[in-house]
């Protein structure tokens, strides 16, 4: 099926290490969304791209986070110098629209990245 | 600021028994409201979406939610709960934010998770 695909599916990493998150959109998705779910709480928003372009970087929690669409297609978040408080769930979503408001997100599964 | 509540941690029914998972929320202007479920290990799956019209909005695999807008609710509702329906169920809001003409970044509760019992 053409879902939106992320990996890798789990990661580990030392306290330190940088570390990149991919996300592969359903093809020709316009919009496309990056969430961080903590343990045992709902996702919330990071940064969102219409095509290549990032318009809104807002909910990133620290200059440690980037992402970057380069072609309007594949989405990696990057996060470095990872601390412990990284460790949670990075969901990536997308849509069919850009400026349409009501269409649903797709979701992938998620990254679950731990932070020893 | 839009947000969204869900006063249910867990909600506990017997398998075909109705069932009914709570959300309340808060937004400035219209409200465009979202259920997703998530499984174990899983992404969100969409279930249903208020928009505008009708306050009783068909969903995916028999959901359906009720908005209300006297008392800022949206609660999500089936007939006849199933076992499989067991899962964690998300609601959520529009955050909108005017760039490019808008777009619909989420703003989830907490979740609430169903236990469907045998």
């Known amino acids: 099926g053409a879902g939106v695909s992320q990996s890798p599916r789990y990661k580990v990493a030392k306290r330190g290490q940088d570390v990149a998150l991919r996300c592969d959109p359903i093809?020709?998705?316009?919009?496309l969304f990056w969430y961080q779910q903590a343990l045992g709480q709902g996702p919330e928003f990071l940064t969102y791209?219409?095509?290549?372009?990032?318009?809104?970087k807002s909910g990133l929690p620290s200059d440690r986070f980037f992402a970057e669409r380069p072609e309007g297609s594949v989405s990696t978040l990057k996060i470095q110098r990872t601390q412990q408080e990284d460790s949670a769930v990075y969901l990536c979503?997308?849509?069919?629209?850009?400026?349409?408001?009501?269409?649903?997100?797709?979701f992938g599964d998620g990254t679950r990245l731990s932070i020893l | 600021a839009q947000s969204v509540a869900q006063p249910e941690d867990q909600v506990n029914v017997a398998e075909g028994n109705p069932l009914t998972v709570k959300c309340t929320y808060s937004?400035?202007?219209?409200?465009?409201l979202f259920w997703y479920v998530q499984y174990p290990n899983r992404g969100l799956q969409f279930l249903l979406k208020?928009?505008?019209?009708?306050?009783l909005v068909k969903g995916s695999y028999g959901f359906e939610a009720e908005f209300n807008k006297s008392q800022t609710s949206f609660h999500l509702k089936k007939p006849s709960a199933l076992v499989s329906d067991s899962a964690l169920y998300f609601c959520a809001v529009r955050g909108f934010r005017e760039f490019s003409g808008g777009y619909n970044k989420l703003i989830f509760g907490a979740g609430t998770r169903l236990a469907v019992h045998p």
């Open positions: 937004v400035s202007g219209n409200p465009y």
């Open positions: 791209f219409q095509n290549e372009a990032q318009l809104d």
């Open positions: 208020y928009i505008t019209g009708d306050n």
């Open positions: 093809s020709g998705h316009v919009s």
């Open positions: 979503a997308s849509s069919l629209g850009g400026g349409v408001r009501n269409q649903p997100q797709h």
